[in-house]
């Protein structure tokens, strides 16, 4: 069952061996060159599932890798809000902000850190979507994730994120 679609990939739901499982497949894109096509697919299919992997290796909140398909990743099933869709209560920003420094300590940048790709689950968030991550020492890579979820976000939870994301 299809639960999203983005410009790049569409999200569904499926049962693997009886567990919920999300699957999210990379589309064709067909404006392009086959080939070119055929390959940017392979590359970013196998980019996101390194840094969901890396990211969980870094001791950060996300899906769990399952499988990696030729364009399309397994992933464990989150049942939870979005941020955007809910009210940040408690330390919540805090955690969000420790969250993201030990990404960036660990050379990982979101390259979409906002509001929409954060799940909460029973007042812990778990970071969602690596479509757009890489592995980067660039302070200014992971300035944008910062500057990304200050939009997204807003100011006072801005300030509190930022607090925790430099202690």
Same mark, same amino acid.
């Given at each position: 069952?299809? %639960?999203?679609?983005?410009?790049?990939?569409?999200?569904?739901?499926?049962?693997? $061996? !009886?567990?919920?499982?999300?699957?999210?497949?990379? &589309?064709?894109?067909?404006?392009?060159?086959? /080939?070119? /096509?055929?390959?940017?697919?392979?590359?970013?299919? +196998?980019?996101?599932?390194? *840094?969901?992997?890396?990211?969980?290796?870094? =001791?950060?909140?996300?899906?769990?890798?399952?499988?990696? !398909?030729?364009?399309?990743?397994?992933?464990?099933?989150?049942?939870?809000? &979005?941020? +955007?869709?809910?009210?940040? @209560? =408690?330390?919540?920003?805090?955690?969000?902000?420790? *969250?993201?420094?030990? *990404?960036?300590? /660990?050379? %990982?940048?979101? =390259?979409?850190?906002? @509001?929409?790709?954060?799940?909460?689950? =029973?007042?812990?968030?778990?970071?969602?979507?690596?479509?757009?991550?890489?592995? @980067?020492?660039?302070?200014?890579?992971?300035?944008?994730?910062?500057?990304? %979820?200050?939009?997204?976000?807003?100011?006072? $939870?801005?300030?509190?994120?930022?607090? /925790?994301?430099?202690?």
């Amino acid at each position: 069952m299809i %639960i999203d679609e983005g410009a790049e990939a569409k999200i569904y739901e499926e049962r693997v $061996f !009886g567990e919920r499982v999300i699957v999210k497949f990379r &589309l064709k894109k067909r404006y392009r060159e086959k /080939a070119l /096509a055929e390959s940017i697919r392979l590359s970013r299919t +196998r980019i996101e599932a390194k *840094m969901l992997y890396k990211a969980q290796l870094a =001791g950060i909140d996300s899906p769990r890798l399952i499988a990696l !398909g030729k364009y399309s990743i397994y992933m464990s099933y989150l049942k939870g809000k &979005l941020l +955007r869709d809910c009210k940040a @209560t =408690g330390a919540l920003p805090e955690r969000i902000g420790s *969250m993201l420094a030990r *990404m960036h300590n /660990a050379d %990982i940048s979101h =390259g979409d850190f906002t @509001t929409a790709n954060i799940m909460v689950i =029973g007042g812990r968030p778990f970071v969602i979507d690596f479509g757009l991550a890489h592995m @980067t020492k660039s302070i200014e890579d992971k300035a944008i994730d910062l500057l990304l %979820i200050k939009r997204s976000a807003g100011s006072s $939870f801005y300030k509190r994120l930022e607090l /925790a994301y430099i202690s």
